[in-house]
């Protein structure tokens, strides 16, 4: 079936430092959409960004994506975190539009320091 | 941004009793999902319900389980009876479709511990 492996559990970073978080994909489907929501604490899981345009880079609130479908990967960046960047990220797939469900990776707990 | 409420947002129950777990999703949405997440590990998908009808479930909405949005009001997900493992955080999501890009809005969860 689907699934999403994001390989780091947890990533400490110091602030300034890019942020680079993983996520590669399985699914049979051809036209997938991937999506990476971050999850505060005492907060809703919120989408931060989603593809499914092959080898196109998609941005907001200063983090990119590009979805390649060749490695079926959706890796997370930005070029200097911020210590309000500490956060769960998780990467998430649908292999369809409309109503889908969505399939979750275990998800990268993110911490910034100063 | 638009909001997805649920009530409660703890609850401690016995082993064997009944609960339901409520959810006010975002106004206009026609699409409603259940994930549930066991402390340290990812969002599993539950169950997803569309025009009065369940959708979609997974190997994880036992028979337990049941959910209904009755006249427009809340979406529930009930179960009875409870058993330990229950014991999660269940998020609620709401969907307006394809139009709106395919964007999945949750609530902050409502976490249940079962005893």
């Known amino acids: 079936g689907d699934s999403v492996t994001q390989t780091e559990g947890l990533v400490t970073l110091t602030e300034g430092l890019p942020v680079m978080l993983n996520c590669t994909y399985q699914?049979?489907?051809?036209?997938?959409?991937l999506f990476w929501y971050v999850h505060y604490l005492n907060e809703s899981p919120r989408l931060l960004l989603k593809s499914s345009t092959d080898n196109k880079r998609t941005e907001h609130q200063g983090f990119h994506a590009t979805l390649h479908k060749s490695s079926s990967s959706f890796h997370l960046q930005k070029s200097s975190a911020q210590l309000s960047d500490s956060a769960l990220y998780y990467c998430?797939?649908?292999?369809?539009?409309?109503?889908?469900?969505?399939?979750f990776g275990e998800g990268t707990k993110l911490t910034v320091s100063s | 941004g638009p909001k997805v409420l649920q009530i409660p947002s703890h609850q401690i129950i016995d082993m064997g009793q009944m609960v339901t777990l409520n959810c006010d999703p975002v106004?206009?949405?026609?699409?409603f999902y259940w994930y549930k997440q066991i402390l340290g590990q990812q969002m599993e998908f539950l169950v997803n319900?569309?025009?009065?009808?369940?959708?979609?479930k997974s190997k994880l909405f036992k028979d337990q389980f049941s959910v209904e949005r009755p006249d427009g009001s809340y979406f529930t997900l009930k179960i009875q009876p409870t058993a330990l493992e229950d014991s999660a955080v269940y998020f609620c999501?709401?969907?307006?479709?394809?139009?709106?890009?395919?964007?999945?809005?949750f609530g902050e969860g409502s976490r249940l511990i079962v005893v």
């Open positions: 699914t049979i489907y051809s036209n997938p959409f």
């Open positions: 998430a797939l649908s292999d369809r539009g409309g109503s889908a469900k969505l399939i």
């Open positions: 319900f569309y025009n009065g009808k369940v959708m979609e």
């Open positions: 999501a709401s969907a307006g479709g394809r139009r709106s890009g395919n964007t999945l809005y």
């Open positions: 106004s206009n949405h026609l699409y």
